[in-house]
């Protein structure tokens, strides 16, 4: 798992196209730890502003890789988050 920091440090030297994965796991039942919380937040405010776009890949039951690509400078926000309409 990757820490806040280490993100930040994946993100500022990351070019288009690479990708990171900054957690295994189940993020559903890892969210009360503090250092998860704080990678979750960091890794989903990042997709909120257009820097990465953020998919999974099941490894096993009820694990997966989550895993962050790197956009293009020129990406916008709206490509890379999702949220379903009510």
């Given amino acids: 798992m990757l820490t806040e ?3 930040e440090q994946w993100l500022a030297g990351a070019e288009s196209g690479e990708r ?3 957690y295994v796991g189940f993020l559903a ?3 009360d730890e503090p250092v998860i919380k704080k990678l979750r937040n960091t890794v989903a405010a990042a997709a909120m502003e257009g820097l990465v776009m ?3 890949k099941r490894v096993g039951k009820y694990k997966f890789s989550y895993i962050a690509k790197r956009t293009h400078p020129d990406t916008s926000p ?3 988050w999702w949220v379903p309409a009510p």
């Fill in 20 to 22: 990171v994965v900054y």
């Fill in 29 to 31: 039942l890892g969210t």
């Fill in 78 to 80: 709206d490509d890379c």
């Fill in 5 to 7: 920091e280490s993100f």
């Fill in 54 to 56: 953020l998919t999974q």
